[in-house]
């Protein structure tokens, strides 16, 4: 078992550049990643009713996203490093603390210069939650991509501007 | 048989059998419980009549009178009464009333007795008086359950042949109204024939069967619009490619035949022959490829295929087709296990389908840098090649694996516009697929997804 890891994404491919930067910086690590996106629970009582976790990851992430991350997940297949998504449901900082406590999170990856967006209608960045915690933040930074033609399909992952 | 009949019949056939069954249960349960109703009065009847004639001899009047003004006279009601003795002939008594010596026994035997002869029933019973056991008899002739019977089948056969009268009419129009959009279909596609194939079928605004019937067929048409127009610019561009050379072929000879010419002149022109002739005898073998790599149902012979190194082979290739390309082969994303890199294929084919792809990367890019990269998900590998080059225009994107065609950007390119269909066409052969994300002056990336063979270290 490693270190666990909270790396905050917006379901797109070009999100999954800090997981790829973090990993080729620490080539030798052994780690759990999770890869996390903030998400607002609907306040309807029927749609609570209803909500589920898997479901709404399944709609978030669409396929493109998914193979990016089995990509990243052969590449290190031998190295213990594993990788899961998952929502913070949580509205505020200590319900954030819980949610890395719950983890056993140490330490956060977090993009230097992309700005995360938010993913579907209820979705949130939780960047604001990473930095005001005491975890470990390591920022990583890359040429953001702009108007490539690759933009969110695999590829764009494979090619480092 | 017309499929509005086959619904009329359908819906026919099934609402009446379940009107017979229907009406058939109600006619016999009735009719059933009529008669059992019947045998219950005859049988109180008989046990009255008993007590009257055997217990009350005395003072019979009253009875009597009670009776003929309580008990409703049936129709053709008879009594009979008669002693049972182990010397009673059975036969005889039974031969007396007209009914049969079992019905008599029964009664005997059972204590009450039932027998319906025509529409006359008989019920009976065995009654001790005196300490003698004698059995009465009572028959009369069921007047109201035969009539009540015959009114309730009446009523059932009118009720049936007029909901068949009405189901006929529904059923016509529910058919009608099943068959209304097909029909509307059948008229609109007849319209359409190979000199409009630009029509569509308009959509109905319910999203049900027929909508999606519609749209099939809309993607069939469109799918048929751009194949006719493919085959079209097919024809048009393969003979302009073809023309090309054949012109100055024959130009070139023309011109040096038209005097006699010095030897050098001669060289010099059965040299440009030559090379056009070869440009010519190029553009045949790459259709010829085409032709041959296309789905013709021709077993391939496919083999384990190394991607990893089927990548650095075409860079060795592409150095010395293009010795000033700047190829960059990106193996970051390598995937660890080998038998992720490993897809079933034939090497020759995919060789040169992707030597194509990176031939026209590094041709349309001007030599500035590409880059190949690699990585492999659960069941697939993707190649990806990226460009800086001229990108594709937007509009164009659609007919780029058509044959012959060449982008409007592409004039100071040389080329015949068979690579990239070649490459798509060996693509599919591995049941892989290209997709070509592009945008004008700005570059090129062309994803390639490959099955993975399943083969174990």
């Known amino acids: 078992m490693g270190e666990n890891i909270i790396v905050p994404i917006d379901f797109t491919v070009e999100s999954l550049f800090t997981v790829k930067k973090f990993l080729q910086h620490n080539p030798e690590t052994e780690c759990n990643l999770l890869l996390v996106h903030g998400y607002r629970m609907p306040l309807s009582i029927t749609e609570l009713l209803f909500f589920s976790k898997a479901?709404?990851?399944?709609?978030?992430?669409?396929?493109?996203?998914?193979?990016?991350?089995?990509?990243?997940?052969?590449?290190?297949?031998?190295?213990?490093?594993?990788?899961?998504?998952?929502?913070?449901?949580?509205?505020?900082?200590?319900?954030?603390?819980?949610?890395?406590?719950?983890?056993?999170?140490?330490?956060?990856?977090?993009?230097?210069?992309?700005?995360?967006?938010?993913?579907?209608?209820?979705?949130?960045?939780?960047?604001?939650?990473?930095?005001?915690?005491?975890?470990?933040?390591?920022?990583?930074?890359?040429?953001?991509?702009?108007?490539?033609?690759?933009?969110?399909?695999?590829?764009?992952?494979?090619?480092?501007? | 048989m017309k499929i509005q009949i086959k619904i009329v019949l359908l819906l026919l056939v099934v609402f009446i059998t379940f009107t017979l069954i229907f009406s058939g249960f109600i006619y016999f349960s009735i009719s059933q419980y009529s008669f059992a109703d019947f045998y219950k009065r005859l049988e109180i009847r008989a046990a009255t009549t008993a007590k009257v004639e055997l217990d009350y001899q005395k003072n019979t009047a009253s009875i009597k009178e009670l009776k003929s003004e309580y008990l409703e006279k049936l129709t053709n009601e008879q009594d009979y009464i008669f002693e049972i003795t182990p010397a009673t002939a059975l036969e005889k008594e039974a031969s007396n009333i007209k009914v049969p010596a079992s019905f008599i026994k029964e009664i005997i035997s059972n204590g009450t007795g039932n027998y319906q002869r025509g529409n006359t029933f008989f019920a009976g019973i065995k009654y001790k008086s005196d300490e003698k056991l004698y059995a009465v008899i009572v028959s009369a002739e069921n007047y109201y359950t035969t009539h009540h019977i015959a009114y309730l089948r009446n009523v059932l056969v009118t009720l049936i042949l007029v909901s068949v009268l009405f189901i006929l009419l529904a059923s016509f129009w529910?058919?009608?109204?099943?068959?209304?959009?097909?029909?509307?279909?059948?008229?609109?596609?007849?319209?359409?024939?190979?000199?409009?194939?630009?029509?569509?079928?308009?959509?109905?605004?319910?999203?049900?069967?027929?909508?999606?019937?519609?749209?099939?067929?809309?993607?069939?048409?469109?799918?048929?619009?751009?194949?006719?127009?493919?085959?079209?610019?097919?024809?048009?561009?393969?003979?302009?490619?073809?023309?090309?050379?054949?012109?100055?072929?024959?130009?070139?000879?023309?011109?040096?035949?038209s005097k006699s010419r010095t030897q050098e002149e001669y060289v010099e022109s059965l040299t440009i022959i030559l090379q056009e002739a070869e440009k010519l005898d190029k553009k045949v073998q790459a259709l010829l490829f085409l032709a041959q790599t296309g789905f013709n149902g021709k077993a391939q012979k496919f083999d384990k295929v190394r991607v990893d190194q089927l990548i650095l082979d075409v860079k060795l290739t592409i150095d010395k087709i293009y010795p000033a390309s700047k190829i960059h082969i990106d193996f970051n994303l390598l995937p660890e296990t080998p038998e992720k890199l490993k897809?079933?294929?034939?090497?020759?084919?995919?060789?040169?389908?992707?030597?194509?792809?990176?031939?026209?990367?590094?041709?349309?890019?001007?030599?500035?840098?590409?880059?190949?990269?690699?990585?492999?998900?659960?069941?697939?590998?993707?190649?990806?090649?990226?460009?800086?080059?001229?990108?594709?225009?937007?509009?164009?994107?659609?007919?780029?694996?058509?044959?012959?065609?060449?982008?409007?950007?592409?004039?100071?390119?040389?080329?015949?516009g068979i690579g990239l269909p070649l490459a798509r066409n060996i693509i599919k052969i591995h049941s892989g697929d290209i997709s070509i994300y592009s945008s004008h002056n700005q570059g090129t990336t062309v994803e390639i997804k490959l099955p993975l063979g399943n083969f174990s270290v």
């Not at chain 1, 899961?84 to 999170?105: E, K, P, R, V, W």
């Not at chain 2, 164009?396 to 409007?408: M, W």
Request: include cysteine; charged fraction near 20%; hydrophobic fraction near 40%.
């Open chain 1, 55 to 161: 479901a709404q990851l399944r709609k978030l992430a669409g396929n493109e996203f998914e193979e990016a991350v089995t990509i990243l997940k052969n590449k290190y297949a031998q190295k213990r490093v594993t990788i899961c998504i998952d929502l913070f449901l949580g509205y505020n900082q200590a319900s954030f603390q819980n949610f890395i406590a719950g983890y056993t999170i140490t330490q956060a990856a977090i993009p230097k210069s992309y700005r995360l967006k938010t993913a579907g209608g209820n979705g949130f960045d939780i960047m604001k939650f990473i930095k005001r915690s005491d975890l470990k933040i390591t920022e990583f930074d890359w040429t953001i991509s702009v108007g490539v033609p690759e933009k969110n399909h695999v590829s764009e992952l494979l090619f480092d501007l």
């Open chain 2, 174 to 257: 529910v058919s009608k109204k099943i068959i209304k959009p097909i029909q509307q279909i059948t008229n609109k596609v007849k319209k359409i024939s190979s000199e409009n194939l630009s029509l569509r079928l308009s959509l109905p605004s319910q999203n049900d069967e027929f909508a999606n019937l519609a749209r099939t067929f809309n993607d069939m048409l469109d799918r048929l619009q751009t194949s006719f127009e493919t085959q079209n610019n097919f024809v048009s561009n393969a003979s302009h490619e073809f023309n090309t050379p054949l012109t100055s072929i024959i130009g070139q000879a023309d011109v040096t035949l």
């Open chain 2, 343 to 416: 897809v079933k294929g034939n090497e020759q084919l995919l060789h040169l389908a992707l030597t194509n792809i990176v031939g026209n990367a590094c041709k349309y890019s001007r030599n500035q840098p590409v880059t190949i990269s690699l990585g492999a998900t659960a069941d697939k590998i993707i190649v990806a090649v990226k460009d800086n080059g001229i990108g594709i225009p937007d509009k164009e994107l659609q007919y780029i694996y058509d044959p012959f065609f060449r982008a409007s950007n592409t004039k100071q390119f040389e080329g015949y």
